[in-house]
């Protein structure tokens, strides 16, 4: 009997190697089921990552002066004012008794109003990309906590990223 010997080279290997991946990756493609970012939506707005929408983006000031804060208008086109990114519009404004921490004659720190001051909370729409790090704005990002000059119209207070809402996505 002649039995033949089969030789294999290094090209015939990459290309099995070649053709199982092909097969893995097509296989993946068409049983692979969700795409991961939709599967794993933010646990904090629910909406998965890169979904492109509308946001209201809620900032609060605990002390403005009163001539500032009674200057805002509905309406108004927003901006961070030092870096010009466009935050949309001032949708809605509340503005309520300032916010003070101060010691008293006893050392113990108390909250308590300053006069001629109020404590005022900016809630704006806009068009942003939600990421994993927060709301992508143009070329910025947004996050809860993250503290910024806000131009809305005339009137500029510093103010706080204090929630971040989805109104529609998608």
């Known amino acids: 009997m002649n039995q033949k010997k089969v030789k ?3 090209v015939d290997i990459i290309v099995i190697v070649l053709l199982i991946a092909g097969i893995v990756f097509v296989g993946m493609k068409m049983l ?11 646990p904090i707005t629910g909406v998965a990552e890169g979904t492109v929408g509308t946001y209201q983006v809620t900032f ?12 805002l208008v509905k309406g108004s086109r927003s901006e961070n004012a030092s870096r010009n990114m466009d935050l ?13 921490y101060s ?17 005022v909370t900016l809630v704006c729409e806009l068009s942003g990309t939600q990421q994993p790090t927060g709301l ?8 809860i906590g993250h503290s910024m000059g806000v131009r809305c119209g005339n ?10 809402t989805p109104v529609t996505a998608g």
């Open 136 to 143: 992508q704005v143009g070329q910025f990002m947004l996050n």
């Open 60 to 71: 609060s000031a605990e002390c403005v002066p009163e001539a500032v804060a009674n200057s």
């Open 103 to 119: 010691f008293d004659s006893n050392g113990i720190c108390v909250q308590s109003e300053k006069p001629g001051y109020v404590s």
């Open 88 to 100: 949309g519009t001032l949708v809605d404004f509340t503005i309520a008794p300032s916010i003070i």
């Open 32 to 42: 692979g089921g969700q795409d991961p970012a939709q599967a794993n939506p933010d």
């Open 8 to 10: 294999f080279n290094i």
């Open 155 to 164: 009137t500029e207070i510093n103010a706080i990223v204090q929630n971040i």
